[in-house]
């Protein structure tokens, strides 16, 4: 039987309570292969404040957000909306997951948790190929065993292990989208890249100036003045 494990070093808030019950009757109805995971996002450094089946991604109480949640929190991402359901989440070791979110609010409405469902469909995955190879050579048309979306469905949210993790996979990937290497980028260039780094959430994170300074082979007073130009032009 799945068992939900607690951080005991934090305080849950109060808005919790009814999901701890949740997560263990999630995990029990959907399997070993699923992990249901509570965010808090008053610190997303260590938002996962409790977790069932973490061998799933390989994450712990304590761990940092994803992506996804910083999105959300940064940019109010999905206000209208009550939750997301059945998109593509990846882990850095490469697992792909069926995911979806659910979002805790306060009572005035603003995002204070998730509860997140990720399921590792992979024997789903791998009897749909079979299929497919099987089909292939009996001429049974595809579409009559058609499982779903394929692996060609875009990435929404990555999980990470870690803080330094989680930010330094959204400074890579957002700095090689410029298609120019650092050193040859201009101040234009360089203050676009940071405002897609701030448009993502990763300023959310402690630490992610210095990890920003040195992705960009700047200064981090220098990264300052540049996320101040962003923030200006936002107003």
Same mark, same amino acid.
């Given at each position: 039987?799945?068992? /939900?494990?607690v !951080?005991?070093?934090?305080?849950? %808030? ?14 029990? +109805? ?11 996002? $008053? !610190? ?12 799933v $991604? ?7 957000? /994803? ?19 059945n ?11 069926? $995911? ?6 306060? %009572? ?6 998730? +509860?997140?469902?990720?399921?590792? !469909? ?9 299929l ?5 050579t /009996? ?10 979306a ?14 330094d993790?989680?930010?330094l ?6 700095? $090689? ?47 300052? %003045? ?10």
């Amino acid at each position: 039987m799945s068992r /939900t494990v607690v !951080d005991e070093r934090r305080v849950l %808030r109060p808005e919790f309570a009814p999901y701890l019950p949740m997560m263990d009757f999630l995990a029990e +109805l959907l399997g070993p292969r699923t992990e249901v995971v509570l965010h808090d996002t $008053s !610190d997303v450094s260590r938002s996962i404040v409790a977790l069932t089946n973490g061998h799933v $991604s390989g994450r712990s109480v304590g761990g940092p957000a /994803t992506d996804l949640v910083l999105k959300v929190l940064q940019n109010h991402e999905h206000d209208d909306r009550d939750f997301l359901a059945n998109y593509l989440a990846v882990s850095r070791t490469g697992g792909a997951f069926r $995911s979806s979110t659910f979002f805790i609010r306060d %009572r005035a409405g603003a995002v204070v948790g998730m +509860l997140c469902v990720n399921v590792d !469909d992979e024997p789903l995955r791998r009897a749909r190929d079979l299929l497919e190879a099987i089909t292939a050579t /009996t001429g049974v048309p595809k579409a009559a065993v058609d499982l779903g979306a394929g692996a060609a469905a875009p990435v929404a949210e990555r999980l990470s292990a870690s803080v330094d993790e989680l930010a330094l996979d959204g400074i890579d990937r957002i700095v $090689s989208a410029r298609g120019v290497e650092p050193h040859r980028m201009s101040v234009q260039e360089k203050t676009a890249t940071v405002g897609d780094l701030e448009r993502a959430g990763v300023f959310l994170l402690k630490g992610a100036v210095a990890q920003v300074a040195s992705a960009l082979q700047v200064s981090e007073p220098t990264v300052y %003045r540049y996320l101040s130009q962003v923030r200006r032009a936002r107003v």
